[in-house]
């Protein structure tokens, strides 16, 4: 129970509130798209801090993988881990529960789970997205090219794939929930114009 406490107070650190508060002096719950996360800092604040925020966050996740195998190995809990850890990125305690989307810090996770996979994967990614300049297009297609084709073909089980897809699904949820608060932020900020 405590590491899934522990998971939770990692993945509420909110990166992109200090950083932001930081470098602007800004709330980025109040700015851009309203988003708690690496993409909005990247447009507010600007492209390395953007960056540093993606990886403070993505070392949430890997860093909550590596202390839950350590007390779990291959269990399912590992899973519930990570899911506290995203879970407290989206509902962080320190920022009243108003928090990112979660996908850097799932990324962090995954990769400590899947490596290999985890690499192509954010490969792929990166060169979708030099073609497209589409974050949504690039990472959507990566992720299901990664579950379709490069987990099956590294021999992961299937149940570990469904795993996978249940835990992805999550952030697919927060999106919805965050939809009309992020849509009323743009309408009023003109970093997004």
Known sequence: MLVFVVSYLIGSFPSAFIVTR???????????????????????????????????????????????????????????????????HGFPLFLKFK???????????????????????????????LISRSFHFSITLSIIIWILILLPMFHVEISEILKTIVFLLWLGVKRIIDEPYMRKIKEQDTYWR
Not at 58 to 87: A, E
Not at 101 to 128: C, Q, R, V
Request: proline share 2%; aromatic share 22%.
């Open 99 to 129: 928090g990112g989307k979660g996908m850097s810090t799932a990324s962090g996770f995954l990769f400590g789970k899947f490596p290999e996979t985890a690499i192509i994967a954010g490969i792929l990614f990166l060169f979708l997205f």
């Open 22 to 88: 930081f470098v602007k002096n800004l709330d980025i719950r109040k700015v851009g798209e309203g988003n708690v996360g690496a993409r909005n800092v990247w447009h507010v604040v600007g492209p390395f801090w953007g960056f540093l925020v993606f990886l403070l966050d993505f070392i949430k996740g890997f860093s909550v993988y590596i202390l839950s195998y350590y007390f779990f190995k291959d269990s399912s809990l590992v899973w519930l881990s990570g899911f506290f850890c995203v879970l407290g």
